[in-house]
């Protein structure tokens, strides 16, 4: 492997999800792949074939040229008609087509993650014309296979992977979003601070300091006398903060001290995902 020691996490999570997900789509029947998923709007045809998209683009490979149907109700955004694209373009392909196309493109990934010698900061193409760099890229990439991967195992009853290499990428990447969470979001006060603390595959607590000038911080140290307190288990915060499900339908598996109007804002504003 010639992946720089920084992108090799990444790497691997992504490897583990992605084949998990070829592993979990392979045997599908035709009429399985129609059946929806918490992922708003999307069937498990459609995840797929989001995923088959971003990895192409990952290779460089032009985006399709397709005009998107005027009635798709959940595109509402730039964001969401640059994603939509190598979706829609794939809706009426066959499960042959979606497992082939998939297979493909996991051969054609792996062969450039193998040759991968670009630093770190490499600066890469983004959504919507944008840069980032190569470690962003693949971070994004593990997180996004990963949070999908649950998508397709709650379209398709097979839960696992809670606490796959993916997770940990997840973890991370939604713990850094709790600041924005609870200072810009929910409008915590200045010096006010909430605890966060997740149980199960994943377990964590964290804590989120409001400083004087209004902007959030994380730590990994607890607070005494926080403004709330949220504990929930590990699968209920994927779903929350993925934006697969709304506070109400989970409220019986979150356990609330504190502030209540400050938790329901919390929770509210919990989703980060575009």
Not at 81 to 109: F, G, N, W
Not at 127 to 150: I, N
Not at 222 to 246: C, F, H, I, N
């Amino acid at each position: 492997m010639t992946v720089h020691p920084s992108l090799q996490t990444y790497a691997d999570a992504w490897t583990h999800s992605i084949e998990a997900i070829s592993e979990l789509v392979q045997p599908l029947a035709e009429g399985e792949w129609n059946r929806p998923t918490p992922c708003p709007a999307w069937s498990v045809r459609d995840i797929v074939s989001h995923i088959i998209g971003m990895e192409c683009e990952m290779l460089g490979d032009p985006r399709p040229i397709h005009s998107l149907p005027r009635d798709l109700y959940h595109v509402r955004s730039e964001f969401a008609r640059y994603m939509e694209m190598q979706v829609d373009v794939r809706r009426h392909h066959t499960a042959p087509e979606m497992t082939s196309e998939l297979e493909y493109t996991i051969i054609r990934r792996n062969r450039q993650l193998r040759n991968e010698n670009r630093s770190p900061e490499t600066m890469v193409r983004a959504p919507l014309g944008a840069e980032q760099t190569l470690e962003q890229a693949y971070r994004m990439r593990a997180f996004d296979v990963w949070v999908h991967e649950q998508d397709l195992r709650a379209a398709l009853n097979a839960p696992g992977n809670l606490d796959s290499p993916g997770a940990f990428v997840a973890r991370d990447q939604f713990i850094s979003a709790l600041p924005k969470v609870v200072a810009k979001g929910a409008g915590a006060p200045p010096h006010s601070a909430v605890v966060v603390d997740v149980h199960g595959p994943v377990e964590f607590l964290r804590t989120v300091r409001v400083g004087a000038d209004g902007r959030g911080t994380v730590d990994g140290s607890p607070s005494l006398g926080p403004a709330v307190t949220l504990a929930l288990d590990w699968e209920t915060y994927v779903r929350l903060a993925a934006g697969r499900v709304r506070p109400a339908a989970v409220a019986d598996r979150i356990k609330i001290e504190g502030d209540p109007g400050l938790a329901d804002a919390i929770l509210e504003s919990f989703a980060v995902t575009p």
